[in-house]
């Protein structure tokens, strides 16, 4: 089963389904697409719901956002591109939504959503 598939087994939101098409093309046939060569106005309605980080180095040397878009950037109430999660997320939250959020998306393959009404952005 291809990942536009597993993905639409999840959810039938068309802007999910239509940026895992995106991003699945972009691929190819390797394990992961390269980001630098993506070419995000050809998702262009999208790319204000879209953040970037790559993980690939795990989330130990405090990788940064290498975009993100206009709804997530009012949703933090700040601009994060650049930003590491650690200068975004205080106190336990790093732990618990980041790291979370790494092992579950990047190694275990599965989806996550970050957004939880208890967590507390560093101001």
Same mark, same amino acid.
């Given at each position: 089963?291809? &990942?536009v598939?597993?993905? @639409?087994?999840?959810? /039938? #939101? =068309?802007?999910? $389904?239509? +940026?895992?098409?995106?991003?699945?093309?972009?691929?190819?046939?390797?394990q992961?697409?390269?980001?630098?060569?993506?070419?995000?106005?050809?998702?262009?309605?999208?790319?204000?719901?879209? &953040?970037?980080?790559?993980? @690939?180095?795990?989330? /130990? #040397? =405090?990788?940064? $956002?290498? +975009?993100?878009?206009?709804?997530?950037?009012?949703?933090?109430?700040?601009?994060?591109?650049?930003?590491?999660?650690?200068?975004?997320?205080?106190?336990?939250?790093?732990?618990?939504?980041?790291?979370?959020?790494?092992y579950?998306?990047?190694?275990?393959? =599965?989806?996550?959503?970050?957004?939880?009404?208890?967590?507390?952005?560093?101001?």
């Amino acid at each position: 089963m291809d &990942w536009v598939e597993k993905i @639409r087994r999840l959810t /039938d #939101n =068309r802007k999910l $389904l239509d +940026f895992t098409a995106f991003v699945v093309q972009a691929k190819g046939d390797r394990q992961f697409p390269d980001y630098k060569k993506m070419d995000l106005m050809q998702v262009a309605p999208l790319v204000q719901h879209v &953040w970037a980080m790559d993980f @690939r180095d795990g989330v /130990d #040397n =405090r990788p940064k $956002l290498i +975009f993100s878009g206009t709804h997530i950037d009012q949703h933090y109430e700040m601009n994060i591109t650049g930003k590491s999660f650690e200068e975004m997320y205080k106190e336990d939250d790093f732990e618990r939504a980041i790291r979370g959020n790494y092992y579950q998306v990047y190694l275990q393959k =599965r989806a996550s959503y970050t957004s939880h009404p208890n967590l507390k952005f560093a101001t």
